[in-house]
């Protein structure tokens, strides 16, 4: 009977340890593709389609090997080398005895092999990322030419769009009008063609210090009763829309009224000091005519943006919760707990945060109750963690709408 070796074990449990992901991430080789559900080419026997990972399990499976695994079994397949050296390639060093399971041809072989694909994968993030600026840069300037071809709000159907939901545009605010707005079924680049052109409040996405990153387009139908366009798609039927974003939305907001005051005369200047952010125009402003309508006190020195989508404003969670009461069958008929994002933000560089003027020193959250609450309330939490992280010194407050509600229809007086 052989013997426990402690150190041995020890040894291949650290192997163990590693993760697809982490293995493919050493070798240069990862991507966000394989984790979707289309396949890319296998690093070990090529193919157009053929590997995929799943994260959450850690496993990599490989159509035409039929098989897959872990990453020792991974390092195995791409180098070729049996279970104790790819272990030994896995952990980054030889086994307890001190008796390599790799030939010194062997692992020169691997470690070339790694660098050259380290090298690739540099070249191709960097490719990869011109090509996005240059895309962005297009979609920023396409966005731009139709902001400049619009109109002022003022007495076009988008100021009665507006009035039609109960609200006004303070001066100031970044909406103009597009008589015909094109919409397109799907990015022009993806072979998307136009299906309906109309008339639309078009919003301006802006960045940092003001500069514009794109333009948020709400098609108008005055005849329906929140004056939405109902945009059916030509071929399927499917109802679309109304609303969508050209340009760049992460870390963008549209300005609907300037909190501060510019001034020549230092006695006539106002910082900005208290800021309302909700996901949409509507939202927004709702709140903003509620608060002019009792001369609230907050109005002094607040400014009023919107992030344009809820993701925008959160950003990406940190893991998942269980759902409090949600449940959904598998394909077995079986119900099964739903799990949506937590309220921990979690660091992704993809997710910039929202710009917060130095200035400012309070930041009200504005939620929507008519979305799925709790999915919802994790959401604004997780944005409000993301702030108060970033910027200690702001008092954070979260307003949410009754429940089936957003604030426009709170402001309207539906439902009450």
Known sequence: MRMRDPAFEDWILRARNITVRGELERRGLWSKAMAGDNGVPCPGCGGRDRFGVN?????????????????????????????????????????????????????????????????????????????????????????????????????????????????????????RFHQAAPFWDRPEEQGGRVIHKGPAM???????????????????????????????????????????????????????????????????????????????????????????????????????????????????????????TEMRADKNGRLRPVYVPDNEPKDDPDFPLIPVADSIEDLWLLGDGDSEPFFTRMAMERSGKRFSRAHPRLTVRLAMAAPGMDFDDMWCGEGA
């Open 202 to 324: 078009i919003a301006a996405i802006e960045g940092a210090e003001g500069r514009f990153r794109g333009v948020q387009r709400t098609w108008i139908d005055l005849a329906q009763p929140k004056g939405k366009a109902l945009i059916a798609h030509p071929e399927t039927g499917e109802i679309l829309a109304s609303k969508k974003a050209r340009g760049s939305i992460k870390g963008g907001t549209i300005l609907l009224r300037r909190g501060g005051v510019a001034s020549d005369f230092p006695g006539d200047r106002r910082d900005t000091v208290r800021l309302f952010i909700g996901e949409g125009i509507e939202t927004v402003l709702a709140v903003y005519c509620a608060l002019e309508a009792a001369h609230s006190p907050l109005l002094d020195g607040a400014e009023f943006r919107t992030s344009v989508d809820l993701g925008n404003l959160a950003g990406k969670a940190a893991g998942r919760v269980r759902h409090p």
């Open 55 to 175: 994260t959450r399990k850690n496993l990599w499976n490989c159509r035409a090997l039929g098989s897959g695994g872990d990453a020792i079994a991974l390092a195995q397949h791409i180098d070729g080398t049996d279970f104790l050296a790819a272990v030994e390639t896995v952990a980054g060093e030889p086994p307890p005895n001190g008796r390599s399971a790799l030939t010194e041809d062997e692992r020169e072989a691997i470690e070339q092999r790694a660098l050259r694909a380290k090298a690739d994968d540099a070249l191709k993030r960097a490719a990869d990322a011109d090509a996005a600026a240059r895309f962005r840069e297009r979609e920023r300037r396409a966005a731009h030419q139709l902001w400049k071809a619009s109109t002022p709000i003022a007495r076009t159907p988008a100021e009665a769009y507006l009035r039609l939901r109960g609200l006004v545009a303070p001066p100031g605010a970044r909406l």
